[in-house]
């Protein structure tokens, strides 16, 4: 008998309900496999944890019932014309109306605690049936439908965040929606929309068709990525790969370097399988718009993430010196007010002054996709040295807050700039109510 056969007899072996050469082929599985039986303590434990919860239940409603029945048996005789099953139901149907509400509410309340016990004692039966085998990967975060199955031939169905997968499970996401998953070995696994992959084993993973980005974590086991057209082996940590299912494979590598058939691909290069034969290797150009779809799981993750101020700094570098450059800036405002932030820490940081050009064209891009709450940088900004700079966050404040304090682009290019750059600072202190100053203006 194995795992697979003996998973849908657990419950009616606990239960005593197996015939005896079925019973016996049980025991002699569960003599030899360590992990069934460890499932099968676990949940005979669980249903132990189940009847004591619901003990004190069962004596309360015993005597519950007991008191209507010494309540009709107290009363004054009344002539009954019948006593029927009929009438004993009705009796204590007006017994039950009789009861005071103190009574009522310690019933409501003791009902909630067993149906709360009951959620409980589910959860931890499908931990244990995920512990059962080993849980390989979670769900961290996803910005639309993701579904999973235990097997190849099972049914989908839709998981959560935090959502735990075991080895050999199945992840599909629909067609437009991204995720991330942290793995059990420190990897993250984010997959593009309309993709799906199996998560075989620990830092083993077939992609069976879309597109998956891989940040390895460092191991002395080998991390594999298989497709029907070749297998790929993680040397290093950031991987790109678009599988279309029986045409080519192509794998991008962002950091590190990878192994694919006899080829070995450095950082900064990609590689083709087409028809199962592997292609020499050429350079990647622009990778941060190769893998920009990343960039919507990125911005999950928070405004201050440290991948996102490296992604919107290489997309800055990329604007001027490329005939792309009108992509690389729509990237960006496609960000959102999530680029807020790494747009005014570069602005801010002593490496942008080496490249006056592109530290305009961050103040630019900011002054229009900044939202409210940069108001207090904006102040801050407002200040710098560089009169360009200066213009397009007085541009920025006029956006968000309406407001010139009469101060036009004049007075921003003159020599005496900080006269306007004070104004703006004794209005923000001015509306200190609308527009918190944060203890830290680089945060």
């Known amino acids: 008998m194995t795992c697979a056969e003996f998973e849908p007899r657990l419950g009616a072996h606990l239960d005593g309900q197996l015939a005896g050469d079925e019973r016996a082929a049980v025991d002699a599985h569960l003599a030899s496999c360590d992990a ?3 499932a099968l303590e676990g949940i005979r434990a669980q249903h132990q944890v189940l009847e004591e919860a619901f003990a004190s239940d069962r004596r309360a409603n015993e005597a519950l019932a007991g008191r209507v029945v010494d309540a009709f048996r107290g009363r004054p005789r009344r002539r009954l014309w019948f006593i029927s099953g009929a009438a004993a139901a009705a009796a204590l149907l007006l017994g039950l109306l009789l009861l005071r509400e103190r009574e009522l509410s310690q019933l ?23 512990g ?42 629909a067609p437009r ?8 070995d420190g990897t993250e696994l ?64 962002i950091e590190g370097s990878a192994r694919m058939g006899a080829q070995t691909i ?49 997309l800055l570098a990329q604007i001027g010196r ?18 807020a932030l790494p747009l005014t820490r570069y602005i801010q940081s002593p490496e942008s002054r080496k490249d006056g050009n592109r530290r305009r064209d961050a103040a630019r891009i900011l002054a229009d996709i900044a939202s409210s709450p940069s108001v207090p940088d904006f102040v ?16 920025g404040l006029q956006r968000l807050t309406g407001q010139t304090l009469g101060l036009g682009e004049k007075d921003w290019t003159a020599q005496d700039f900080a006269r306007g750059a004070d104004a703006w600072k004794k209005w923000l202190q001015a509306n200190e109510s609308t527009w918190s100053v944060p203890s830290n203006p680089k945060k």
């Not at 016990?117 to 931990?127: F, G, I, K, P, T």
């Not at 950082?267 to 028809?275: E, H, I, M, P």
């Not at 490329?322 to 680029?339: C, F, N, P, Q, S």
């Not at 801050?380 to 541009?395: K, M, T």
Request: aromatic residues 4%; contains cysteine; neutral net charge.
């Open 36 to 38: 069934c039986r460890q």
């Open 108 to 130: 409501r309340g003791r009902l909630a605690r067993s149906e709360e016990s009951c959620r409980a004692l589910e959860e931890q039966l499908r931990c244990a049936a995920i």
């Open 132 to 173: 059962a085998k080993t849980q390989v990967a979670r769900l961290s975060v996803a910005t639309g439908a993701v579904e999973s199955r235990a097997r190849a031939d099972g049914e989908w169905e839709a998981v959560g965040p935090g959502g735990g997968l075991p080895e050999g499970a199945w992840v599909r996401t």
């Open 177 to 184: 929606s991204k995720c991330s998953f942290d793995c059990s």
């Open 190 to 253: 984010r997959l593009n929309g309309a993709t799906e992959i199996c998560l075989e084993k620990p830092r083993a993973v077939r992609l069976a068709r879309g597109e998956m980005f891989t940040r390895v974590a460092h191991d002395p086991a080998r991390f594999t990525v298989t497709t029907d057209q070749a297998t790929i082996e993680a040397l290093g940590t950031q991987l790109n790969i678009v599988h279309r299912p029986s045409e080519s494979t192509v794998l991008t590598v």
């Open 266 to 314: 450095a950082s900064g290069y990609l590689c083709k399988v087409v028809g199962g034969k592997v292609q020499a290797p050429v350079p990647a150009h622009q990778l941060a718009l190769l893998t920009k779809w990343v960039n919507e799981i990125v911005a999950l993750k928070g405004k201050d993430s440290p991948e996102l101020q490296i992604r919107v700094n290489e």
């Open 322 to 339: 490329t005939k792309m450059e009108h992509l690389v800036e729509a990237e960006i405002r496609a960000l959102g007010d999530h680029a």
């Open 380 to 395: 801050a900004l407002v200040g710098d040295e560089d009169p360009q700079v200066r213009l397009e966050i007085a541009r």
